[in-house]
Every structure is written in structure tokens, then in C-alpha cells.
């Protein structure tokens, strides 16, 4: 089956019982037992659920995964990853991340004594000459969040293997649509599920997906002993959602390209950062390990400074003023005020994330509407 088949069917079997072509959402917490100490498929809601395991049977399908976890939101999909490790060990992470992962990283990861380097993943002799004997994880992020860096996944797993260490990519920005990482050999896929799975702005979810049983059997064990699972209700809203995944990541695609080009002509514009763009410095790599588009996601600086890109982005009027992105509507912030606010300054503006830098996540509205919104703001 191919993607838009497969996210409509797999996963999204009819109710055998009553035909219904939609499965019914599972609220039960628990499920009786024909004997003690003996198991049947459900047995407790934290442990497995009927509603997430339908999306879970979809989310392993459309990354080529052998299996998923749903989790509660991304960052406790990321928090799972994370306690894989233990003290000691070490994590090499890419330096354009979202920045509540920075956090997690920095601020409650290294409690355990687990320890972070932040290099810029664009380069992957860089992220070598970070690994130590305690790296124990590859983190990474392609498009980053929120300077669009795109990383050569390919040549991270080279590194990672030759060092006998796990990698992991958040492929939020990127949805399954147009990246499948683990078709390229990283071993676990996160998702903020939050974003384009759901797609409309009305549920938080997180999810993981890998291509080996015995790291599920392992993320599974944390996952039940720490109980962050996403609710049925959750599990409904996302599943629904994954059936226009496509459609709408195309479409926002285009629409994100036209208005790339748009900026990228416009003299109030200090840079764009888009993939789509040929002046992009991770074009070519884009354009052999996206399929077909480069993602929703834009940043640009505008010409001033803090104050400028904060008039900005409070000017706009169909693009709304919030943090999230990948739904239907677009939406605009202003990264060192918002999204990475919990950057350390000086570690922001190390990684290039500068003040005057604007975050764009395109939606579905007509492009000409968003294009002049975008100008109009431009003149605030
Ligand atoms: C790229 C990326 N990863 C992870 C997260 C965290 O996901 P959640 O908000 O669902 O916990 C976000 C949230 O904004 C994000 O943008």
C-alpha cells in the first residue's frame, strides 16, 4: 500500500461487531480476565489500550517501523528516550532543537548524571569529534527548530554505527510525509504528535517509533513503569487526523515555498531560512532525503533588531500570535521570546538563534492572503 492508502486503512480497521467504519474510542481503565495470572491482549489502560494501540498499528506503518508507542505529549516521548540512558553516559545532540528538548536535556536529564554536547548536526564530523567513550545517543532534529538546518541522516548512522551508539531523530517538522528516517537506518523516530499527525490544534500527544522489537520491549518497560500514555480520546482526535496528513503537509509545502520565495525577494528580509530555497545550505541534502517538499516550517530575520521582529510578529493578523505549529491554521512567534525562550541567551545566540529571527508555521489559507498578511506586518 502506499502512504495516503496505508494512513486511512492501517490501524483504522472497521468494528467487526457493528460495521462501523470508524473504531469506537476504548474508555474502559481496565479489562476482565478469564484467569488469574493469565493475560489476555488488554489487560490495564496504562499498559495498552485498544484506541492507541490502532494508532500506534498506524504511526509504525506509515514511518516503517515494527512498532510505536503513543505517549501523553512529545516531550514525554523524548523524556522516554532519554531514560534509556543512565549515570555516565552521554548524549550528542544537535544544536537547532526545540527548545523544551534543550531543556529536558539541560535541566531535568542532567539530574541523573547524564550529560548533553550541542553541536551543530549539519556536520557530521562535528558530531564525531563529540562522541566520547560515554556517548550513548545520537539526538538529532532535520529540518531544526528554528533555523531549518538539515541534516545528512545517512552519514549520522555511518558515524553512530562505527561508535556503537543509538540515534534518534524528532521528526516533527518533517512528518512520515516527507522523511522516514528509519528507512535510512536511525533507530528510534519521535514525534510531537501534537503538530501535523493531529493537524488542527486540538490535542497533545507524543509518539515513538522504531524499527527493532527489543528497543520497543525496552522503551515499552519505561513507558508502563512511568505511565506518560496518551488518552483515547487523544488517540481518536490523532488517528483522524493522519488521514489528511498528506494532503494537508502538500499543500502547506507549497504554500510554504511560495512564501519563502516571497521574503527571500524582499528587501525588509536580512535571511531566509528555508530548504526549499537552492541558496539553503542543506538544499541538496533536502532535496535527496525529503520527498518531494521541504516542510511547512520558515524562519526569516527581519532588517532591526528585538523590537522590530516583535512588532512583527504582533502585526500580523491571519497568522496568529502562538507557539505550535503543523496545524491548519498559520501561525507566528518570535523564537528568543518564545519557542526557545528556555535557551540559555548566550547558548542561543552561540547557535545563531538571534533576536530578530521570526518562526513561521505555514497552514492552509489561501497563499496570496497569507503573503499579504506577512507584508502588511512587514511595515509595522
Ligand atoms: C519540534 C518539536 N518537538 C517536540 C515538541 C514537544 O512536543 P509536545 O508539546 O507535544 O510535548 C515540540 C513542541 O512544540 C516541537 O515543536
Known amino acids: 500500500m502506499k502512504f495516503r492508502t496505508k494512513a486511512i486503512h492501517i ?24 484467569h488469574a495470572g493469565e493475560w489476555r491482549e488488554f489487560d490495564y489502560s496504562r499498559s495498552g489500550n485498544p484506541t492507541r494501540k490502532n494508532l500506534e498499528t498506524t504511526l509504525a506503518s506509515l514511518e516503517s517501523g515494527c512498532n510505536a508507542l503513543a505517549f501523553s505529549s512529545g516531550m514525554a516521548a523524548t523524556h522516554c528516550v532519554t531514560m534509556l540512558l543512565g549515570s555516565g553516559d552521554h548524549i550528542v545532540a544537535g544544536s537547532d532543537i526545540y527548545g523544551g528538548t534543550y531543556r529536558l536535556l539541560h535541566k531535568v536529564v542532567d539530574r541523573t548524571n547524564v550529560t548533553v554536547s550541542l553541536v551543530s548536526a549539519k556536520d557530521p564530523d562535528a558530531l564525531e569529534a563529540a562522541i566520547t567513550p ?61 503538530k501535523y499527525l493531529g493537524g488542527h490544534s486540538d490535542a497533545l500527544g507524543g509518539a515513538i517509533i ?24 487523544d488517540a481518536f482526535l490523532i488517528a483522524r487526523g493522519i488521514k489528511t496528513l498528506a494532503i494537508r ?43 518531494g517538499g521541504f516542510g511547512a516550517m520558515l524562519s526569516f530575520e527581519v532588517d532591526g533588531d528585538f523590537a522590530k521582529a516583535k512588532r512583527v510578529v504582533e502585526s500580523t493578523k491571519l497568522f496568529q500570535l502562538a ?8 501561525l507566528i512567534e518570535q523564537p528568543a521570546s518564545m519557542s526557545h525562550a528556555s535557551y540559555d541567551a548566550a547558548d542561543r545566540l552561540a547557535h545563531g538563534i538571534s533576536d530578530e529571527l521570526i518562526r513561521i508555521s505555514v497552514g492552509l489559507e489561501d497563499s496570496d492572503d497569507l503573503r499579504a498578511d506577512l507584508d502588511q506586518a512587514l511595515d509595522a
Open 134 to 194: 560515554q556517548t550513548k545517543l545520537l539526538w538529532l532534529e532535520s529540518p531544526g527548530n528554528p533555523l531549518m538546518s538539515i541534516t545528512d541522516l545517512a552519514a549520522c548512522v555511518e558515524v553512530a554505527k562505527r561508535h556503537g551508539i543509538l540515534t534518534a531523530i524528532d521528526n516533527t517538522f518533517a512528518t512520515p510525509v516527507l522523511t522516514r528516517p528509519l528507512e535510512l537506518g536511525i533507530d528510534m523516530v519521535m514525534h510531537s504528535a501534537t
Open 249 to 291: 503537509v502538500r499543500e502547506q509545502c507549497d504554500t510554504a515555498q511560495r512564501l519563502a520565495e516571497f521574503l527571500n525577494a524582499d528587501r525588509r528580509i536580512r535571511r531566509v531560512l528555508y530548504p526549499g530555497l537552492p541558496s539553503h545550505p542543506g538544499h541538496d541534502i533536502a532535496l535527496r532525503q525529503m520527498d
Open 210 to 233: 522504531v524499527a527493532d522489537e527489543s528497543l520497543y520491549e525496552r522503551l515499552y518497560f519505561i513507558q508502563n513503569a512511568t505511565g506518560a500514555v496518551l488518552s483515547p480520546f
Open 323 to 330: 507557539v505550535s505549529l503543523g496545524a491548519v491554521e498559520s
Open 11 to 34: 490501524g483504522n480497521e472497521r468494528d467487526p461487531q457493528t460495521g462501523a467504519v470508524v473504531p469506537p474510542i476504548h474508555v474502559a481503565s481496565t479489562y476482565v480476565q478469564h
